[in-house]
């Protein structure tokens, strides 16, 4: 199971590497596009045709690529209120286990149903009105989110396995900690 947080890991240094410059940059073309048109609309009386297409096309990956970079972070939304009312660590690693295990599982039914929508815009072939910017772009950020998502969620589920199995809790917390890569 080392070996397999070791594969995450080096996966991991190689995703965190493309997608946090990525979101970077699409931040702020998302920004600069939003406040240009802004601009043109209301000073200058001249609204820009087709920039709400590139603006959505890059807020949907956007999006998309955040979310992927809070699920590595685990810093999405959760509600584990478990450690609450339980304070036996094996019992809260197992809750957090089944956790887990639903969430990748729905990851698997998002990674299908994704593919087949951007299966279904390649097919369909269908475009952006101004600049004929194929759909499926703006729909491959679905596909290409869930399955990161899937990469860092068996991350998550070996690193809680080797905490429920052998029951260190704090070599493996480490452990997961260690597998992401500092910004």
Do not use: C
């Amino acid at each position: 199971m080392h070996l397999i947080l070791s594969v995450l890991s080096a996966i991991d240094w190689v995703l965190y590497r493309l997608i946090y410059p990525l979101v970077v940059l699409l931040s702020i073309a998302v920004a600069t596009m939003v406040a240009f048109g802004v601009f043109s609309r209301e000073l200058l009386d001249q609204p820009v045709f087709g920039l709400e297409e590139l603006i959505l096309l890059a807020a949907v990956w956007l999006y998309m690529l955040g979310a992927v970079l809070a699920s590595r972070d685990r810093s999405h939304l959760s509600a584990d209120f478990v450690q609450t009312f339980v304070k036996n660590p094996r019992i809260v690693h197992g809750f957090h286990l089944f956790a887990i295990a639903i969430s990748l599982v729905m990851a698997a039914f998002f990674t299908t149903w994704s593919f087949d929508l951007l299966a279904w815009g390649v097919q369909r072939g269908q475009a952006t009105t101004v600049f004929q910017i194929p759909l499926y772009l703006s729909q491959a950020s679905l596909f290409a989110a869930s399955l990161m998502f899937i990469v860092y969620l068996l991350r998550d589920l070996v690193t809680e396995l080797l905490e429920f199995i052998e029951g260190n809790h704090d070599q493996h917390s480490q452990m997961a900690e260690d597998t992401k890569i500092e910004g």
